[in-house]
């Protein structure tokens, strides 16, 4: 069985784990029980859709990184066990994304995370 | 929905129409069978329901197959084999950067889907297949068909191997019938047709590796459930889920059927259908006061007590009490003087027992889910009641626009939403100005004639129109007449109930 290592989130770690389409680096920042909710136009803020348990965020995260397109991380702020960033995302047909993404830390993984994104469409 | 940018993917010289829609974290591509336009489809409510529904969870990808409705046309005589469709779904992965895709293929689209599975297993994350068939020989009965795309292509006449339930609807298939025109020429059509009787792809079924789940309506019109059964066996941990219907077409019959089945298979999680929208009057009661003079907000017991209350005062007005833990009383209405009535008689009775309530009404769309509903409009007569003071019941101006005649006084009060544009105004329900609620079931006398008076009088006695006609000297078809009169005018249901108000207003 691989070992995981125990990495100490930050924003440096995430920037490059996401700009380098690391599904497997990025699901080792969670924690066990990490709840990750999403908002978006068709997850309103009154359902948001939400996904629990590092596995089914490991899952999330393969998703996304096995698309071709490009990500640029592009403000991250800390402040004690809580860390915002930006994301800038490109489809390779032009379409873009653009994240906001608010995040708690326990014990040096993310215990929850919020992200509310917006879609070319 | 207003149909998604068309943008177009470029397979060798051709150029292959797509769609995105939805911001899932995974890829959902919708392979369609015989025909389809991704401009003319967003036009059909069902098309819009399913691509809404699948969109909600995934980021769902349509396309227009070579030869049909955006995509380049070509020659159509020319039959594009499934490897130049597999080349093209590539083609539209790679141009919506998709590294891994869901493929839910339907009827022809199934084989094709099938077909890129075994051959790309790399990049298929998942397969849904509905309505289809290993082998078009064994399953389908062309014929038929390929003689009404010869006959009668445009005219919508294709729609009776789609969904024979509507083929009786003229405007759906006048709707078909442009749907046809706008998605092959008729030559391309028979083309098609000619090249799904000739789809064999059973050698590919046990090299899927993908995780399979094929749908199959139980009486598909054009397709055999039995075909999917059979791929079912043949495609290794394949679940096989039969679906109540005829439609071969998936985005006609119930589609909320099939959105359901997908959602559960790929996301894990038995979906909440939320989409059930309602133009309702909405009412808010809060607690905000009781005896002791305290405020006491969320107090469990006070609140469900109120919550009873207003579960029987509602259910006499026809409305629904939101159940759930809510720090206030949700419930909502057909109409603005019900909702009105029923937050008075709460005040009222509520101030009986010590506790003051304050009430909110606004008029919305609510979405419903069985027991519970929400909405901005929900929102919205929440802000409303938190304005009002205790005992006080304040309503938006659109309910009081639309209770006119009802009987209802309002005095205007202060505005919601002063730096919104435009403010939201408010008006305070005037409780001891309400009118009688039973008005029409204790009627005035009054508004009858002497004549009809009299006729009243002896109907109360018992006596029938023959017998009042001879009383009266008049024939019997005037005192049918005016018996017909008095209940109209008394708003009354039959001879008898009149006799009882009469009686009723003599002892009175």
């Known amino acids: ?121 | 929905m207003r149909p998604p940018e068309v943008r177009y993917a470029r397979s060798g010289d051709w150029r292959i129409a797509y769609q995105v829609v939805g911001q899932g974290s995974f890829d959902l591509v919708f392979v369609d069978g015989f025909i389809s336009n991704l401009e003319v489809q967003w036009e059909d409510p069902g098309f819009n329901h399913l691509a809404n529904r699948l969109s909600a969870f995934s980021r769902l990808i349509l396309f227009d197959k070579r030869g049909t409705g955006l995509s380049d046309r070509g020659d159509p005589t020319e039959l594009p084999g499934l490897q130049t469709h597999m080349d093209d779904l590539c083609a539209v992965l790679d141009a919506t950067g998709s590294g891994k895709a869901v493929l839910f293929g339907c009827a022809e689209g199934a084989a094709i889907s099938l077909l890129f599975a075994a051959n790309y297993p790399d990049r298929v994350r998942a397969l849904v297949l509905y309505g289809g068939f290993a082998n078009s020989m064994e399953y389908l009965a062309q014929t038929e068909f390929m003689a009404t795309i010869e006959k009668s292509w445009g005219n919508g006449f294709s729609l009776q191997y789609f969904s024979p339930g509507r083929f009786n609807d003229p405007r759906f298939r006048e709707w078909w019938g442009r749907f046809e025109r706008l998605s092959a020429s008729p030559r391309a059509a028979m083309a098609l047709a000619l090249m799904s009787t000739a789809i064999d792809v059973s050698s590919a079924l046990p090299h899927v590796v993908a995780s399979t789940l094929i749908l199959h309506r139980t009486n598909d019109v054009s397709v055999p459930q039995e075909a999917g059964h059979d791929l079912a066996q043949r495609i290794p941990g394949a679940r096989f889920l039969a679906l109540p219907g005829r439609d071969h077409q998936v985005w006609t019959g119930d589609t909320d059927e099939v959105a359901d089945a997908v959602e559960e298979f790929l996301t894990g999680a038995r979906p909440v259908r939320h989409h059930h929208q309602l133009l309702a009057t909405l009412l808010v009661a809060r607690i905000v006061q009781h005896a002791t003079q305290k405020a006491i907000g969320g107090n469990g017991d006070l609140l469900q007590l109120i919550h009873n209350i207003t579960e029987r005062i509602a259910g006499r007005y026809g409305g629904h009490v939101s159940e759930g833990v809510e720090p206030e009383i949700l419930a909502h209405f057909d109409g603005p003087s019900r909702a009105v009535r029923c937050a008075v008689e709460l005040v009222r009775e509520a101030c009986e027992l010590g506790i003051k309530c304050s009430c909110g009404l606004h008029i919305g769309e609510v979405e419903v889910h069985r027991t519970s509903f929400a909405g901005d409009a929900l929102r919205v007569a929440r802000e409303i009641a938190a304005k009002a003071k205790p005992g006080e019941i304040l309503a938006s101006s659109i309910v009081t626009d639309l209770s006119p005649g009802a009987g209802l006084h309002f005095v205007e009060r202060e505005r919601l939403g002063e730096r919104s544009e435009p403010p939201l105004r408010l008006f305070a329900v005037v409780p001891e100005h309400l009118e009688p609620q039973l008005k029409l079931e204790n009627p005035a006398i009054e508004v009858l004639t002497t004549r009809e008076r009299q006729v009243l009088t002896l109907v109360s006695e018992g006596l029938s129109n023959p017998a009042i006609a001879t009383e009266l000297h008049l024939s019997n078809h005037t005192v049918k007449r005016h018996v017909a009169n008095i209940l109209l005018k008394l708003d009354l249901p039959s001879r008898a109930a009149a006799a009882a108000l009469a009686a009723k207003q003599q002892q009175a």
Request: aromatic residues 6%; contains cysteine; glycine residues 4%.
């Open chain 1, 1 to 121: 069985m691989p070992t995981t290592t125990v990495e100490r989130v930050n924003g440096a770690a995430i920037k490059q784990a996401i700009e380098n389409r690391d599904g497997r680096r990025l699901a080792s920042f969670y924690a066990d029980d990490a709840h990750l909710k999403v908002i978006d136009r068709n997850n309103p803020p009154s359902r948001p859709r939400e996904v629990h348990g590092k596995a089914a965020i490991a899952t999330f995260w393969d998703d996304i990184c096995s698309r071709a397109m490009t990500h640029k991380v592009e403000t991250s702020i800390a402040e004690g066990d809580r860390l915002a960033f930006s994301q800038a995302c490109t489809y390779p047909d032009g379409a873009r994304v653009f994240c906001l993404a608010v995040l708690d830390l326990e014990n040096g993984k993310i215990a929850n995370q919020t992200v509310v994104q917006a879609w070319d469409e």
